[in-house]
């Protein structure tokens, strides 16, 4: 017998993730089962650990939002403008 579970998401969460399935039918399990796929498992060099894979989501989310610096204003807060 499956047994599940109840997650607290705030409803503005739900609508974001209701955009996210692929047809009206698809369950949350089935979709949170899909973005959890999306996480690199690793590289030639091994698996990633767990804090290196919420870091990798963590930075595309900060790329996605535009909490991130050009190179160039990088080192022009370095002083490296040369």
Do not use: C
């Not at 017998?1 to 089935?30: A, F, G, N, W």
């Not at 698996?47 to 990088?74: C, H, M, P, Q």
């Amino acid at each position: 017998m499956v047994s599940y579970t109840s997650i607290q998401i705030l409803p503005e969460t739900r609508e974001e993730l209701s955009h996210l399935k692929s047809s009206p039918r698809e369950t949350y399990d089935e979709l949170i089962k899909k973005l959890i796929e999306l996480i690199p498992e690793g590289d030639e060099e091994g698996t990633y650990k767990d804090e290196f894979k919420v870091g990798l989501l963590n930075a595309k989310l900060d790329a996605i939002k535009g909490r991130t610096y050009s190179l160039s204003d990088v080192k022009k807060s370095l002083g490296l403008n040369k």
